[in-house]
């Protein structure tokens, strides 16, 4: 099993930045991160930002050049920075990781832009 904590979330105005943090313990041998996704009230889960093969990323279009995604193997950890908050960015992020075919998630984090 593997388990995924996030954490990191906030309120913060609109403008602001926050880091969040995806830190995963358990049976991490061979794990794979994915990414981290969000959802907001009443919307379906989407993804925010994803790693791709050789070490690229992939970012949903309405965060492109204001989230970060990145990683730290030694830590077990996954980031997300949030630069240039808006109020739309408002929901609960998510990450996953990938191991042995099988997805893990966290319990998310709560992110909460006012304008």
């Known amino acids: 099993q593997v388990q995924l904590v996030e954490s990191g979330g906030g309120l913060v105005q609109a403008g602001g930045s926050l880091r969040l943090s995806c830190a995963a313990s358990?049976?991490?041998?061979?794990?794979?991160?994915m990414g981290w996704y969000r959802q907001a009230p009443g919307k379906q889960r989407e993804l925010v930002a994803g790693f791709t093969g050789g070490g690229g990323a992939t970012y949903a279009d309405s965060v492109k050049g204001r989230f970060t995604i990145s990683r730290d193997n030694a830590k077990n950890t996954v980031y997300l920075q949030l630069n240039s908050l808006k109020p739309e960015d408002t929901a609960v992020y998510y990450c996953n990781v990938n191991r042995f075919g099988n997805i893990y998630w966290g319990q998310g984090t709560q992110v909460t832009v006012s304008s």
């Open positions: 358990g049976s991490i041998f061979s794990i794979n991160p």
